[in-house]
């Protein structure tokens, strides 16, 4: 299985994003934002960092450029697509998913092992998990407290497409603790925490177990090669 | 040239963190005439030749569909600046 990573000027996680997906035992394929070209890969995911310097709104300019043509009718047509904190980002203001992400309500930057509880478990990217488990992913924004109009939060509620929710702490003021979204259709995912930088033992966020030995966030990349599977 | 303004402000519902940081500054300043503060956007576009009906209808559709996000903010005004005074210079 192939999994193109779009690197954005700006793009922070790309690198990280690709290591994750060879970790889960698929190809990693390079992606760039001036292309428009997907290289013929089966999923993508749209990885964190600042693309475009944040400049207009996060995520704004990104979700304009070459690539998200065919980002976007990939998405539509039921290609798993990935979104990471300013992946997200991107994803909403590309009206993939809904709603938006502004500074967080307390101002400051945040950079913490956040605890979620998994909300969808029958996504493209969340099918290793189960309905209420407890993960811990890191977490690292500035910008990413989830709003949106009432109407829209009782739909999204309702049709389950909350998929991710912070335990413990709301750390940036979001909506209903909403940590990451899914499409109606479960193959577009988005979420302000970073899987990929939990996927391997001594290198994740710290366990009761053991420190640096959370490996949660390999669960992504693995659910959406049994996805694959499964379409295929 | 001729310069179109576009403001744009977070919608009046929705917190404004950066605004209300700097709400809480003034207060430490001791300034209290100012009860409030929200910090918006202001586009200024130039435009290569006269700006007609067409050229207003562009700016407010480029302002509703990337200078702003209707979700989060709102687009308050879209005018031309008189008097040619724009930020950027001659």
């Known amino acids: 299985m192939k999994v193109g990573v779009v690197t954005f000027p700006g793009s922070l996680d790309d690198r990280d994003a690709q290591r994750a997906v060879r970790h889960a035992g698929a190809d990693a ?10 290289h013929g890969v089966d999923a993508i995911v749209l990885p964190g960092g600042f693309s475009y310097g944040d400049y207009l709104r996060c995520g704004a300019i990104a979700a304009r450029s070459p690539i998200m043509t065919e980002v976007i009718a990939a998405a539509n047509a039921g290609m798993p697509v990935l979104g990471i904190c300013n992946g997200f980002q991107i994803l909403v203001e590309a009206h993939l998913l809904p709603g938006g992400l502004i500074r967080n309500d307390h101002g400051d930057f945040v950079c913490r092992d956040q605890k979620l509880r998994v909300e969808n478990a029958s996504t493209a990217w969340t ?11 890191p977490l690292k924004n500035a910008e990413g407290g989830f709003i949106v109009d009432a109407e829209t939060l009782t739909r999204i509620e309702g049709e389950g497409q909350v998929a991710f929710r912070y335990l413990d702490v709301n750390p940036n003021g979001s909506l209903d603790d909403i940590a990451g979204l899914t499409n109606a259709a479960g193959n577009v995912v988005g979420l302000m925490p970073h899987p ?6 001594g290198f994740g966020p710290d366990t009761p177990d053991a420190m640096r030995s959370g490996t949660d966030g390999i669960t992504f990349f693995t659910s959406v090669m049994q996805s694959a599977l499964a379409r295929a | 040239m001729p310069t179109i303004v576009v403001e744009v402000m977070p919608k009046a519902e929705l917190l404004d963190p950066a605004g209300k940081a700097v709400a809480g500054a003034l207060g430490r300043l001791g300034i209290p005439t100012f009860s409030a503060v929200r910090i918006g956007k202001r586009f200024e576009l130039t435009v290569d030749g006269e700006v007609t009906e067409a050229v207003m209808a562009e700016a ?3 302002a509703d569909d990337m200078l702003s996000n209707s979700v989060i903010e709102d687009v308050v005004r879209v005018y031309v600046l008189e008097g040619a005074t724009s930020g950027a210079g001659a």
């Open chain 1, 29 to 38: 394929v390079a992606l760039w934002h001036g292309d428009h070209d997907l």
């Open chain 1, 127 to 137: 099918n290793g998990f189960t309905v209420g488990q407890e993960i811990t992913i």
């Open chain 1, 196 to 201: 990929e930088h939990a996927i391997e033992p």
């Open chain 2, 60 to 62: 407010q559709q480029l």
